[in-house]
T-cell receptor, first 116, second 111 residues
Framework: ETGVTQTPRHLVMGMTNKKSLKCEQHLGHNAMYWYKQSAKKPLELMFVYNFKEQTENNSVPSRFSPECPNSSHLFLHLHTLQPEDSALYLC???????????????FGPGTRLTVL | SQQGEEDPQALSIQEGENATMNCSYKTSINNLQWYRQNSGRGLVHLIL?????REKHSGRLRVTLDTSKKSSSLLITASRAADTASYFCATDAGGSEKLVFGKGTKLTVNP
């Protein structure tokens, strides 16, 4: 257990559905991240939240909408997805020091998303 | 282009042998990290080496860092079947809350 939990672990949705992925960290960290991992591609950073403020949106399509209500919870709201959005979505957290320097990131187990 | 690139992309060895994976990066860094991922699971942090360090050990893991060559290596000694996983290097790209990951090396340790 890394102290980062994600639900659901598996999700199958149609292109017209709306669903949300949830991430919770129990480590007292101040930064949280969403990553997308597709087959044969590097891990892609999607969003970064630092002290609940979004500090990075890596050109992610608007059909992905993040929400960070507090420093322990992170959501990824999904709507009108495409089949190519099928992937493993990983959440991570870390403690960012003054100046932005980051230490170890702790990952959740991921949500395996399939879009039909 | 991506910051970290691992080499080789895939490695298959017998139990008991050593496994060496390499990582090259492009820009200056504050630290470089190695992670492991079992199939379809989250990444697990293995070791972090700072830019002013040259070598670091953790159990059967040995990491080296050569900032002049912008490269790092991960050595797993006396490998076990349970070491079968993908291994990723990640860099902080010179002081940032972000990490940039490579595509990884897929290691298979045959019993």
């Amino acid at each position: 257990e890394t102290g980062v939990t994600q639900t659901p672990r598996h999700l199958v949705m149609g292109m017209t559905n709306k669903k949300s992925l949830k991430c919770e960290q129990h480590l007292g960290h101040n930064a949280m991240y969403w990553y997308k991992q597709s087959a044969k591609k590097p891990l892609e950073l999607m969003f970064v939240y630092n002290f609940k403020e979004q500090t990075e949106n890596n050109s992610v399509p608007s059909r992905f909408s993040p929400e960070c209500p507090n420093s322990s919870h992170l959501f990824l709201h999904l709507h009108t997805l495409q089949p190519e959005d099928s992937a493993l979505y990983l959440c991570a957290s870390s403690q960012v020091r003054a100046g932005g320097d980051t230490d170890t990131q702790y990952f959740g187990p991921g949500t395996r998303l399939t879009v039909l | 282009s991506q910051q970290g690139e691992e080499d080789p992309q895939a490695l298959s060895i017998q139990e008991g042998e050593n496994a060496t994976m390499n990582c090259s990066y492009k820009t200056s860094i504050n630290n470089l990290q190695w992670y492991r991922q079992n199939s379809g699971r989250g990444l697990v942090h293995l070791i972090l080496i700072r830019s002013n360090e040259r070598e670091k050990h953790s159990g059967r893991l040995r990491v080296t860092l050569d900032t002049s060559k912008k490269s790092s290596s991960l050595l797993i000694t006396a490998s076990r079947a349970a070491d079968t996983a993908s291994y990723f290097c990640a860099t902080d790209a010179g002081g940032s809350e972000k990490l940039v990951f490579g595509k990884g090396t897929k290691l298979t340790v045959n019993p």
